[in-house]
């Protein structure tokens, strides 16, 4: 199997700040992945990574069979990139923008990217700089989406958008992505948005662990199960059945891919009754949370 | 793509470059009132004698002023491009990051060298109505050296500006700094006429090392 993007045995530190030890995931073609985890456990360091402006220190990192960190041309023009903010040529107006980038690219849709822009109502003169952040957004997305590229990475395309304009670059990137055989890898702080169009999850947790699955089988498989507290000074632990546990007030809320058997042994070992023990209904959001911890 | 990497910067550089260029004028403007004003208060063999004899330069505000103007414009054109780190925009087109870079540079450079002749062509227009053609010799020879460095001060920012270690950027403002403050230390008009060629070949030579912050902007490990 090709796959768009291979990550093996990435490492990358700071100084004696290790980012990443031994990092692997691949990314086969044409799906959509999100690259979720928390504040402060390497993601923006990764998209870097993966974008060529961060060369890692070890392993490897492979876009489209090129080394990230030395893309040839020909793979550059093979991979669209958003980057956080809606980065793009505040100097330049609607429509020169559009002329400039589509020198660059032969296959290049200017239908695709004027169908977007035109939408915003505004003259094909209007300056970039003078666009809201939403406005800008769409017009970085219809100049990704001209470019007719294999991959697109996408990052934090949610910072400074309403739910309006999140729902209207997701509803034209969907629309997009159904029509021909494209990979994405995105991120977001907003992981709701993402439960409509995405593929495949990879959390990425401290210390440079990527859990990879289809986002269905996380959905299904991963559970929150809440136990209330029964006035003891002892509060369960994680480890084997058991992935994460949170407290709130009156219960413990805990999380795991195991069924309540499974999680109900793991409490017995601890000394805790799981006779009360529920399992209650999440969001995709409430799962994240569960998963990666809140802290 | 190359052609559009330059009408991309022209695009972004064309109101800067107005606004440099009307300084310039301006400053022009003032020498050849300041010029007139000379011959008005004196008589013209007195200042003949004080500018022939003497060596005194009557076009002082041009000695700084290229240096104000490369400046400038290194700062219009890079400075956007570092904020929140918009170069990584150019340098992810398909085209090899050095032909990226000198497309830039090309086109700041020439900015800057239209905006120096045009101060070029005005000082020696105005000299001449007022001097014989040995002064406007002098005189050119000695503004020569001062347009070369406006060259070295726009490189030498854009040095600085796509350094992405601030280490490094020190190191390359004090490089900066010595390169171009050597361009304006003559001891007498016209001292450097003789070693024009070489300087101007060491502008040359100092353009190149542009790539080397941005290959390390492009390719850093850190």
Not at chain 1, 24 to 42: D, S, Y
Not at chain 1, 222 to 227: A, G, S, V
Not at chain 1, 256 to 268: I, K, M, N, Q, Y
Request: hydrophobic content about 45%.
């Amino acid at each position: 199997m090709e796959f768009a993007i291979e990550v093996d045995g990435l490492r990358h530190s700071y100084g004696k700040r290790v980012i990443y030890r031994d990092l692997n995931f691949k990314v086969p073609r044409g799906k959509v992945f999100a690259l979720l985890g928390k504040n402060g456990v390497g993601k923006t360091t990764l998209i870097k990574i993966l974008m060529g402006f961060l060369r890692p220190a070890g392993g490897a990192c492979r876009i489209l069979g090129d080394e990230s960190h030395n893309l040839s041309p020909e793979t550059r023009r093979r991979v669209g990139l958003l980057f956080e903010g809606h980065l793009a040529y505040e100097f330049m107006s609607i429509e020169s923008v559009e002329r400039f980038f589509a020198s660059f690219y032969p296959q290049w849709q200017p239908e695709l990217y004027y169908g977007l822009t035109d939408k915003l109502g505004l003259p094909g003169s209007h300056k970039i700089g003078n666009m809201s952040e939403g406005q800008r957004s769409q017009v970085v997305l219809g100049l990704i989406m001209a470019q007719q590229p294999d991959l697109m990475i996408l990052d934090d395309y949610t910072m400074g958008l309403d739910a309006g304009y999140r729902r209207l670059f997701l509803d034209y990137l969907a629309e997009y992505l159904a029509e021909g055989d494209k990979t994405v890898l995105v991120t977001s702080h907003i992981v709701q948005d993402l439960e409509r169009f995405v593929d495949e999850v990879i959390f990425l947790e401290k210390g440079g662990l990527a859990t990879q699955m289809p986002l269905e089988s996380f959905l299904r498989g991963f559970r929150q199960y809440c136990l209330p507290k029964d006035n003891g000074v002892k509060t369960p632990r994680r480890g084997a059945a058991i992935k994460n546990v949170e407290e709130s007030r009156d219960e413990y809320l805990l999380y795991s891919f195991e069924g309540p058997e499974a999680v109900g042994r793991c409490l017995a070992e601890q000394g805790f009754a799981s006779q009360k023990l529920e399992i209650r209904p999440m969001s995709f959001e409430d799962a994240f949370i569960g998963f990666t911890g809140r802290y | 793509m190359f052609r559009s990497i330059l009408l991309k910067e022209y695009t972004k550089l064309k109101a800067f470059w107005l606004a440099g260029l009307a300084l310039n004028l301006c400053v022009a403007g003032y020498v050849l009132v300041a010029l007139r004003k000379l011959f008005a208060l004196d008589h013209a063999e007195v200042v003949w004698y004080r500018v022939i004899h003497l060596g005194q330069t009557f076009y002082d505000p041009f000695m700084y002023l290229p240096v104000i103007t490369g400046l400038f414009m290194a700062v219009a054109q890079f400075l956007p491009e570092m904020k929140n780190h918009r170069f990584r925009i150019s340098l992810h087109l398909p085209l090899a990051p050095h032909l990226i870079v000198l497309g830039h540079v090309l086109v700041g450079l020439g900015a800057v060298v239209l905006i120096l002749a045009a101060d070029l062509l005005a000082l020696a227009a105005m000299t001449s109505l007022y001097f014989p053609a040995e002064v406007v010799a002098v005189t050119l020879a000695t503004a020569l050296p001062w347009l070369l460095a406006g060259l070295t001060a726009y490189l030498g920012a854009a040095l600085v500006l796509l350094e992405p270690g601030w280490r490094l950027r020190v190191f390359n403002l004090a490089v900066s700094l010595g390169l171009t403050g050597l361009f304006l230390h003559q001891g007498a008009p016209g001292a450097y006429q003789r070693i024009l060629p070489l300087l101007f070949i060491l502008v040359l030579a100092f353009t190149p090392s542009v790539l080397l912050p941005a290959y390390r902007f492009r390719y850093r490990k850190d």
